[in-house]
């Protein structure tokens, strides 16, 4: 049972465009949010969260959207450049008896044409 | 430079030969976890702790073990490794699940 559902495997986007990675979570306990970038050979690398509280965080050229009734969240990339090609990865947070436990999608490789 | 530690980044073994994958780090976090990458089925946890002496299954726990003797160390142990067990494994380390969690640079396993 995927819990944590990133429906699109790749996505390609002109470079200077806005590139937008969507994420459905199907656990209404999940009260935190978290995107994970990875570029090949290398573990991932925390990207920006949100709270459950918000409805959106900023932070430089990435925004993150929470839709908590949708059970959706979304990554915006504006502008998109090159070394913004790699997976990105959903995560979700909730104490499930005493285990603060993170659950992961299954990740969207992001392509930015020069 | 805080960061988290996986050796060895590569092996190649075959089954039934017991391996241990070390995982250490130098951020004085008290939660680490285990993941392993699978092509369609994303990052999922095999074991994590919480402390010292502290811890518990994750998602797909079968096949490992893990201790937690040293709040740095997190080894992940294949008692007895099989071919299903291929995989790409990550350790991880965070203070708190309102933090953002740190992962090492991933070991690559093939068991044939």
């Known amino acids: 049972d995927q819990q944590v559902k990133q429906n699109s495997p790749s996505l390609s986007v002109q470079e200077g465009r806005i590139s937008i990675l969507n994420c459905d979570y199907t656990?209404?306990?999940?009260?935190?949010f978290l995107w994970y970038k990875k570029y090949p050979a290398e573990g991932p690398t925390f990207l920006i969260s949100?709270?459950?509280?918000?409805d959106k965080n900023e932070d430089g050229r990435f925004t993150v959207f929470l839709n908590k009734s949708a059970k959706h969240l979304s990554l915006h990339i504006v502008p998109s450049q090159p070394g913004d090609s790699a997976v990105y990865f959903c995560?979700?947070?909730?104490?499930?008896?005493?285990?603060?436990?993170?659950?992961f999608g299954t990740g969207t490789r992001l392509t930015i044409i020069p | 430079e805080a960061q988290v530690t996986q050796n060895p980044r590569y092996l190649i073994t075959v089954t039934g030969k017991k391996l241990t994958v070390t995982c250490s780090q130098n951020?004085?976090?008290?939660?680490m976890s285990w993941y392993r990458q699978d092509p369609g089925l994303g990052l999922r946890q095999i074991y994590y702790?919480?402390?010292?002496?502290?811890?518990d299954k994750g998602d797909v726990p079968e096949g490992y073990k893990v201790s937690r003797k040293e709040k740095r160390n997190f080894p992940l142990i294949l008692e007895s490794p099989s071919p299903n067990q291929t995989s790409l494994y990550f350790c991880?380390?965070?203070?708190?699940?309102?933090?953002?969690?740190?992962f090492g640079p991933g070991t690559r396993l093939t068991v044939t």
């Open positions: 991880a380390s965070r203070q708190r699940r309102e933090y953002e969690q740190y």
């Open positions: 656990n209404s306990m999940f009260d935190y």
């Open positions: 949100i709270s459950s509280i918000k």
């Open positions: 995560a979700a947070s909730a104490v499930d008896f005493g285990n603060e436990k993170l659950t």
């Open positions: 951020m004085n976090h008290e939660y």
């Open positions: 702790s919480m402390n010292v002496e502290v811890t």
